[in-house]
């Protein structure tokens, strides 16, 4: 039991510090390996297409920092998820500790902001367990997602500001003509949508197989909505 304890410390410590850290990049994997020893959010595959996936995510609940300002994702992810693992750590209202699941998804938001500032919108998939009455936390806000539609394109490597403009540009390439770039247009024009959200699973210490994601959300049916 008190293995398993450390194990599990180490996890968190270890996905912690991939957030800070700049590294070697790894080799893609299209399975999703964390995904096999921590929870993460259920989906369907609705179709695979040349160089993407659509996928219809079930409810779910996350739990997100306030819009950060900053030209860096990688900063700015950093700066959300400090927050979050202090939140997961047990520094809420009910001072609860909470196990840590995966992707965490950093959101990019259209921004007004000067020097070409983006906004971004740090998240932590809450585990099933704790979804019907999330912990609260000051400065952090609950989003319950109904149905939600998700065009995804999977990456390996660590992800850096350099690379993640490129993966963005190629999964829209990827779904450019079909049916379902008019959907994510249409679900954007009507502020149901980022421009897109990137989704780390891994921890630093695994330099193989590593998996990112970048998603861009679209909504058929009003289905995205926050608490």
């Known amino acids: 039991m008190q293995s398993m304890a450390v194990t599990t410390t180490t996890w968190k410590l270890a996905l912690f510090l991939t957030l800070i850290s700049v590294s070697l990049s790894g080799t893609l994997s299209y ?5 096999k020893r921590i929870e993460c959010p259920n989906y369907d595959v609705i179709e695979a297409g040349n160089g993407y996936e659509i996928r219809l995510y079930n409810s779910s609940v996350w739990i997100s920092n306030s819009p950060i300002q900053d030209i860096s994702l990688v900063e700015a992810t950093r700066t959300g998820f400090l927050r979050l693992f202090d ?5 809420n209202n ?6 840590m699941t995966a992707p965490v998804l950093s959101e990019v938001l259209p921004s007004d902001g000067p020097f070409c500032e983006s906004s971004f919108v740090v998240s932590f998939y809450v585990p ?7 912990p609260p936390a000051k400065g952090l806000h609950v989003q319950r997602w109904k149905t939600v539609y998700a065009a995804v394109k999977q990456f390996g490597g660590f992800v ?3 690379n993640i403009g ?20 249409q679900s954007r024009r009507a502020g149901h949508a980022s421009v897109y959200s990137v989704a780390q699973y891994n921890a630093p210490f695994e ?15 009003n289905g995205l909505h926050s608490m």
């Open 160 to 162: 850096k500001d350099t």
């Open 207 to 221: 330099y193989d197989n590593r998996v990112n994601e970048i998603w861009f959300l679209f909504d058929l049916e």
């Open 128 to 134: 099933k367990v704790n979804q019907a009455n999330p």
């Open 87 to 91: 939140y997961i750590q047990g520094k």
């Open 166 to 185: 490129e993966e963005a540009a190629a999964l829209k390439d990827s779904i450019a003509g079909t049916k379902w770039s008019s959907a994510i247009e």
């Open 94 to 99: 009910y001072q609860q500790k909470i196990e």
């Open 31 to 35: 399975d999703i390996v964390p995904c």
